[in-house]
């Protein structure tokens, strides 16, 4: 003969506390009826959501080369509201971290810089060059429009000298 296993006298006893619980606790979706068993169904996803995240590309570099210069390193949030709506700042960290070549930016918190001071810190924390990433054009793209917008010339540099002769 088994051993008897809590207050309940018989199995069929068991199982009926069983269905009366979970009649009283669970959503009526949840249950079978008349059983009163677990529907399956009920934990099965109704559709997959798949997320497009957004891809980085020379703009998004080219402002967080921006937000890097005008906010310094560690200012994620900072550099996330205002260069890039849209991303997160462990979105903004995790690409910083990836255009310095360095996982472990906090020797560097704060430090500001523009395009060739990044890539600067870059060629200094061991990479090397830059070559075929965004950084090389994105970068050097936002430094030279600062620089023209610093100096009051707009559009291409033909235009540009031409408006200054």
Not at 62 to 90: F, K, M, N, V, Y
Not at 129 to 150: F, H, I, K
Request: aromatic share 6%.
């Amino acid at each position: 003969m088994a051993a008897q296993q809590g207050p309940f006298t018989s199995q069929e006893e068991r199982e009926c506390w069983l269905r009366d619980v979970r009649r009283a606790l669970c959503p009526p979706q949840m249950l079978l009826e008349p059983s009163g068993d677990i529907n399956q169904n009920f934990f099965r996803p109704d559709a997959i959501l798949v997320l497009n995240h957004p891809k980085w590309g020379a703009a998004e570099e080219a402002r967080l080369c921006q937000g890097i210069a005008q906010h310094g390193l560690g200012a994620w949030s900072q550099i996330a509201a205002q260069h890039l709506p849209g991303w997160d700042e462990t979105s903004v960290k995790y690409r910083t971290a990836a255009l310095l070549g360095c996982s472990d930016l906090r020797a560097h918190a704060g430090w500001k810089g523009g395009a060739a001071e990044i890539r600067a810190l870059r060629a200094q924390l061991g990479s090397g060059a830059v070559s075929g990433s965004a950084l090389s054009g994105a970068c050097a793209a936002a430094e030279t429009q600062a620089a023209r917008t610093a100096s009051g010339v707009h559009g291409d540099d033909s235009q540009g000298e031409a408006g200054m002769g």
